[in-house]
């Protein structure tokens, strides 16, 4: 099982696993920045919970994406749509 980072668009959010300082340890969970710019923890029932480890958290996090059919996005959260910036006209 593939537990690279992976990151997917979810209902127009980059959703992606995020480390979070609990009270006594570290806990990974599947983070998106809402419409203000905030870091949120999405919890989903059973399917996307807090873990402590990042392996079982994209595992979790991957399974989600196959479930749901979500497309997979670059490591930076922008859609890889295909379009190739203009050159600039530089005189």
């Known amino acids: 099982?593939?537990?690279e980072a992976r990151s997917y668009l979810y209902r127009g959010k980059v959703l992606s696993v995020e480390a979070r300082e609990s009270v006594n340890h570290t806990i990974y969970g599947t983070h998106f920045t809402d419409s203000k710019g905030y870091r949120r923890l999405?919890?989903?029932?059973d399917e996307l919970?807090?873990?402590r480890t990042r392996e079982e958290a994209q595992a979790d996090l991957n399974a989600f994406a196959e479930r749901r059919g979500l497309k997979e996005v670059n490591a930076k959260g922008s859609k890889d749509s295909g379009k190739k910036?203009?050159?600039s006209s530089a005189n």
Do not use: A, D, F, V
């Open 49 to 51: 919970i807090t873990r």
């Open 1 to 3: 099982m593939g537990t």
């Open 42 to 45: 999405l919890l989903l029932n």
């Open 85 to 87: 910036k203009s050159p």
